[in-house]
Nanobody, 122 residues
């Protein structure tokens, strides 16, 4: 089993910055994709940014130029640097790992973190 522990959420004024971290622990050989999703009250959970093991990134249009995703493969950790935060960025942010293998050639599994609250006040 793999556990994801998120940290770095909190409250900030519009225009400010926060950095989210998510550390994966457990029996892990490799992780294909690491990502951040977010869910605002009454809305669906949406993909914010993702990064592959090789470093290819994806960003939702709403965060391009403001958010940066990065990962440390050796530490199985993913980060989300969020700058120029807006009130519409307020949501619970969830860490996601896709294509996790416990050993070479093993089955691929996906995991979610419990979420961390980000609140941006205008």
């Amino acid at each position: 089993q793999v556990q994801l522990v998120e940290s770095g959420g909190g409250s900030v004024q519009a225009g400010g910055s926060l950095r989210l971290s998510c550390a994966a622990s457990g029996r892990i050989f490799s992780i294909n994709v690491m990502a951040w999703h977010r869910q605002a009250p009454g809305k669906q959970r949406d993909l914010v940014a993702s990064i592959t093991r090789g470093g290819s990134t994806y960003y939702a249009d709403s965060v391009k130029g403001r958010f940066t995703i990065s990962r440390d493969n050796a530490e199985n950790t993913v980060y989300l640097q969020m700058n120029i935060l807006k009130s519409e960025d307020t949501a619970v942010y969830y860490c996601y790992t896709g294509g996790v293998q416990a050993y070479p050639g093993g089955a691929l599994s996906n995991y979610w973190g419990r979420g961390t609250q980000v609140t941006v006040s205008s």
